[in-house]
Structures are given as C-alpha cells and as structure tokens.
C-alpha cells in the first residue's frame, strides 16, 4: 500500500510540477505594455553532462532587453532588425537584441541556477496568448538541451518533451 | 485540475491510476512545494548497450539514468513478438539492475521501459540488443521452397498463357482468318475465361511468393499488393484488359471485332514484354521488343490451331478459305517466331554450357525438345496435308484435324514448361520486391520528410530521409533525428540520430526494426538552434 501512495502521490506531483522540471519561467504570466522580469530556471545538465552555454532566444515583440550578468559567465548578444517597429515610450524601435548567450560557465548536472532578462512585453502583442522563449542549453562535446518546442493549435506544453518555456501575456494593467 | 493534468501512459491504465482522488490530493500540497527542487531524469547508460549484438544472452540488463528514478514499466519484446513483463529488478542509486530470463532466444529483442524520477515527469524508451545476430529477413526463408505456393503460381501462370495465346490468340484466328467462320469461338471464350482467372489469381499468389508465407493468406490484402508491386502487376492489367476486350471483340458483329482483336494480341505482347525475366534483361529494349514480337507470333500460331481444327473438322463451308489464309501467313509468323526465339535465348542463355549447368538452361531444353515434334508435325501440315485438304480431300483434312489437335496438345504441354521458368534462374523481379523499402511521406506546413526503410522488412535496415521545406524548397537542418516506436506491441521509442549524406538526404546506417507490423515513425528535424520540426507517420513493417 505504501508503495501505491507514494506512486500516487508521484503521480500527482507530475501534474504540478511537470512545468517544473524542464527549463522553466519563474513568473508564467505577465501583462503587455510593461517590463518584466523573465528568470529562467536551469535545473539540470544534458544527460549528466555539466551546462557551459546558455541561449534565450528572444521572441518578436520584445524589446529592450536587458541581460542580468552572472559572474563566471560571458554575456553576449545576438542583436538585428525586428519584423515589425515598436513602440517603447514614444521611441519607435526597429531592432534590438534576439538572442541572450550566458557563456564559458560550468553548472553541472547535480545544481541549479537562474538566468535573468529583462525585458518590455509591447502592447503589440496578443494579450490572451502564450509567448515562447525558447531555450537551448550547450553542454561538452556537442552535447545540448533544447527547451524550443512550441505546442501546435490544441496541444499543451505537457504533451512536448522538450517544451519551450510559456509566459502567458495578460491585459494592460489599467488598460480599461 | 490536478486529475486533468496526469500524464497520459500508453495503453493500459495501471492499476494505480483507481487510488482515490482524495488520497492523491492530500499528498499533492506537500509535492507542490517539494517538487520545485526536483529536476528530469535521463538515461545515461545500459548494459548491453543500444544496438548491441551479443554472443551469449545476458544475465542481466543494467540502466543508469542522470538522476534516481522508479520503473512504471519494464517489458522484454522477444524477436518473434511476444512480450512479457519483467518483474525482477534492483534500484542502485541511480542504476536500475534487471534480471532478465535465462532462456532467451537468439536474435533481436526490445526492452521497453517507462520510469517515473523524482520531479514525477514519466520517462520512456527502448533499447535494442541482439543475441547471436540480429533478426533479418531470414535467409532461411528463401532458400526453402513452398510447394504448394509454387505449384499455385505454376498453375496460374499456365492458366494466364491459355488465355493470353489460346484465348487472345482464337478470338484473333476467329475474327481475321475465320471471317464468317465461327468454328472456336465458344472454344475460344471458355480460354478466355480460364486467363482471367488466372492472370487474376497469379497477382496473389506472386504476392504469396514474394513475402515468402504460406498459402492460408491469400485471403489477406497484403498479399495482392505484394503481387500488384511485383513487375507483374503490370501484366495482370494488361493481359485482363486484353482479355476483357478479346471477349468483345468475338462479340462483336462482322468485321467490327476485327480492330479489337488486333488490340488484344498486341496486348499479349506486351502483358508479356512487362514482367518477367526475358524482358529484365540488358539491353532493355531489345529484350523487350523480342518478347513482345515473340509472344504476338505464339499467339497468332497457337491460337488459330483450334478455330481451324474445329472448322475443319465440322467441313463448314469457308474452313478452306480459313485454311488458305493460315497457311499463307503462317511462314512469316514461325520465321519471326524461331528468330525472337533465338535472340532470346542467346540473351538468357549466353553460353552453350549453361544449358546444362542451369536449371533455366535445362527447362530450355524441354521446351526445344517438345518443339521438335510441334515444328516436325507443323511441317507434315503445311506440305503434305494444306494442298489436299484445300480440294476437300476427306482423309487429308481427316489427318489433320488429328494432327492439329495433337498439335495443340503438346503446345500446352510447352506452355506448362515455358510457366517453369517462373521459378529457375534467382527471380529477380521478386528479390526486387523483397528488397522494396517501406515509404513513409510526412508533410506539414513547416517541412516535408520522405523516409524510407530499405528492406521494408523487419531486421536490420537502412534509413534515408529526404527533407524538404513546407513549401517544397530546400531545407537545410541542423540534425535529424529518426524515431521508431510500436505502441501494439508496447515498443517505446527506438531514437536513432542520422548522419547528412547530401544537403537535404540524411541517412542512418543501421537501425534494427525488431517487428513486422505498423510501427510510428517520427523525425525530428532541428531546423534551426532554435526552432524543431516534429513530422509524424506510420509505416508498414513486412515479416
């Protein structure tokens, strides 16, 4: 009997936390028209092997993004031109940063860390619908992890192995 | 929300899954907060490993995944398809040790597993060993022969020559020899009625010949497209369709079924000139060409044998018109009989010693041998018995009414041998069939995979993939990975990486199909670091 509650109890524990275990969002929802603040949640290697790089991939619609530095990692960015022009306090932007690289770090397989962005959601985005940031983590020898799998029209990010992390955009605050 | 939001295990639900919705709900609270620390469990490593080929069976089977996990399911799939479940096995930290049975048998076997870490996300997949050699077509199979699947074949194959030389060939003596003469003509449909049924029934049994299984499945499907995806579907089509209009063409008043009934022979060439060995040979054309022309001359030949005989012996008013034109044409039609013969068998035999060291070269002899008496007995016609028979000699027309029958007894008898070919030198139509990948095409809006298993037969086969964009232009991917599973037979997912061979064809050498059957296939195409085109499809896995 013991052994079905814990087994039980596994169970119910994937549907809580089957979010969880993959490479995640700490904040899963977030109103446009505002900054956020995206941390993303690395709780593991590839297969065992230790995490050296880092890749956010910034989705259209998202601009001024600001990358938190971590020591013992490099900060790059992946910048170029936006598909469409954006407005950010009256300022019309037409590019910015699309990739966010953490590089040269060593997060093994057995620890946890957390990346920040900072970021504005445009009100150009579709309020109601999830935004992907999909995520690739680079281990040793060509070893990687790619959270970037985008559920189609009635899938959800459960039926995916490899979901990319989902933040669900809401209202304007005081949009009314 | 929490019981909407339970994994979805394959087939059966366990028996866990009945645990009341409160106890699982008093629990959840403390996994809720417990579980954020948790993270996503990976194999790292078996013993035997992946694909292996072992000499002896193992004891046990050993899995170390990246974190502690606990087995939801461990099933063994044994090479001929069975599964049982294993039940005895040891958790060591993070190595799960499985007894595995001490009688397994050779060949490949599958085990599936499904585990559960310590986050609670449901892992799965497979790993392929093989004891001895891996499952293959076996070889066994083609080197034994099925009596009863031959002579099926054999039978058919006689039956499809009556209706395509006697059948075609009368309805074509009845109409532009016989004129007015109808003599042969129920004859002649009854024939036609016998090819039918046998140019129809031999696609089955050449399908039978080519998966290699027994009679008892005939009445199965996959069988008859076996046989219609042999070079001789495309005879079956051609000789049905001229029988079907040969029938018309007797049908047909006056001189009307004349046109029709040069279709039909000429559609006798070519049911023949489509299929079988004669016309596989190099060069192709000439081949070709040769068994079309030599099949017309057999069935102009043979087929008037029996509206003539029959005229002839009824003493109908026009026989001897019917006669007079028999005789006129016929030198051309034997010449260009003997020459096509010749070219022929100087393309299949190609040295004079392979008469007697190949089984094709010794039914050529037979079939040589019974046509000496049908030539010599041809001959005593046509210089002997035509001129006196003409001036309605009664006993000349009297021998050759006999001589015509026996005539066309023994030119059944060469049909019977000329089917035997069928069966000599290695069918190289059928070991093309055999070799026939399986065909998988996926397309959805964001890429296009062609994938093909070669053999598409269980064992070890090779993939290829061709990729294309949505859209139909290229498409240039990162990594491609194959995945296999059969959720029937309870195979979790066999994940093969391919290898790039050219820009857009990507290939995996090996990959050990365990089963016949439809298997899910699945390719992964990672288009970009950051985008993965997910294509799914089934294929059919032949024995």
Known sequence: ???????????????????????????????????????????HGCEGKPTNVVRVQIPEGVIAVKPMPKPGWTLERVTGAYANTYDYHGTPVKEGVKEVLWKGGDLRDDEYDEFVVRVYLTSDLPVGKTLYFPIVQECPAGATERWIEIPAEGQSG???????PGLKLLEKAGGH | MVAARQPRLN?????????????????????WIAVAAFAHASLIETSPADNAVLAEAPATFSMTFSEPISPLTLRLVKPDGSSFSLEHFVLRDRTLEIELPHDLARKTHVLSWRAISEDGHPVGGSVVFSIGTPSATPPEATGKIDWPVRTAVWLAKIAL???????????????WLGRGERSGSLATLVLLGIGLVGGTLSVGFQGLDALAVPLGRISDLAAWQAGMNTSFGRTAIVAFLAS??????LAAKGGRG??????TLAGTGLALALSGHAGAAEPQWLARSTVFLHGIAVAFWTGALIPLGLALERRTPTCRGMLRRFSGTIP???????????????????????????AYGEVFLVKLALLVPVFALAAFNRWRLTKPAEHQDPSAMGRLVGSIAAETAIVVLIFGVAAAWRFTPPPRALAIAAAKPAVVHIHTDKAMANVQLSPGSAGQVEASIDLLSGDFGALNAKEVTLVLSQPSSGVESIRRPARRAAEANWRIDQIIIPLPGTWHVRVDILISDFELARLEGEADIRP
């Open chain 2, 11 to 31: 087939g059966r639900r366990p028996r866990w899954a009945r645990i009341p919705a409160m106890v699982m709900l008093a629990c959840s609270a403390w996994f």
């Open chain 2, 244 to 249: 079907v209009i040969a029938i018309f063409a």
């Open chain 1, 1 to 43: 009997m013991l052994k079905k509650l814990s087994l039980a109890a596994a169970l119910v524990a994937v549907g809580s936390g089957a979010a969880i275990a993959h490479t995640t969002l700490e904040t899963t929802e977030a109103p446009v028209g505002a900054s956020h603040k995206a941390v993303f949640r690395v709780p």
């Open chain 2, 332 to 358: 051309l039609v034997l010449a260009c009989l003997v020459v096509t013969g010749m070219l022929l068998s100087v393309v299949q035999v190609q040295k004079p010693s392979a008469l007697f060291e190949t």
């Open chain 2, 161 to 175: 020559y009556l209706g395509l030389f006697l059948g075609i060939g009368g309805s074509f003596a009845v109409t």
């Open chain 2, 258 to 263: 004349r046109p029709l009934s040069l279709a």
């Open chain 1, 158 to 164: 459960d039926d995916l192995e490899f979901p990319a």
